[in-house]
């Protein structure tokens, strides 16, 4: 199993433990997901600052949600090992393909148990919010994704076919 896990906002304070997380990803190749981790840190204190004006809808893009993000840390505080963006709310895009949740877990630390725990501490946090269903979605090949969603309570919706074939899989989840 894994170690022990706690949701954490983004905060300068977590800069150290961050940016291997952010490296490892970037160095994958893989698609950075949630999107909010493909944030250029560079600038890490404005960085920090754009994803808590995200969660006050400060300054996000025309069609854009709220949001708010969390970083996935081990409770012993040595490391990050996933993300989760909450979006407050779905509109038309959100609501066939991307879901009130979006979440990864970095390479290097899947399969150890960390999305199942960082979707169900997801899922108080979107309680919170006053979401009393949440939409969470997956690609059809992510068997891996599908199943946490599962374990976590999803019930299969109708899945989303995208322009480029690629075909989506939609789960509710009562918080």
Not at 8 to 20: C, N, R
Not at 63 to 86: C, E, F, K, Q, R
Not at 141 to 168: C, P
Request: proline share 4%.
């Amino acid at each position: 199993m894994h170690t022990k896990v706690i949701l954490m906002q983004p905060s300068v304070d977590l800069e150290e433990l961050y940016l291997p997380f952010y490296e490892e990803w970037k160095e994958s190749g893989e698609d950075m997901i949630p999107w909010v981790i493909g944030r250029d840190p560079s600038d890490f204190a404005a960085m920090v600052q754009y994803l808590r004006d995200n969660e006050q809808a400060a300054n996000i893009p025309e069609g854009w949600v709220p949001s708010t993000t969390y970083w996935l840390v081990t409770a012993d505080t040595t490391s990050v090992v996933g993300a989760v963006n909450i979006r407050h709310r779905l509109n038309e895009k959100l609501l066939y393909s991307g879901g009130h949740i979006g979440y990864g877990i970095r390479p290097s630390a899947r399969q150890k148990g960390y999305a199942s725990a960082l979707l169900g501490q997801a899922l108080h946090k979107t309680k919170e919010l006053g979401i009393e269903k949440a939409l969470v979605v997956c690609d059809a090949i992510n068997i891996a994704s599908e199943k946490t969603i599962r374990k976590n309570g999803g019930v299969e919706d109708n899945s989303y076919v995208e322009e480029d074939g690629n075909v989506i899989h939609r789960f509710w989840i009562e918080t």
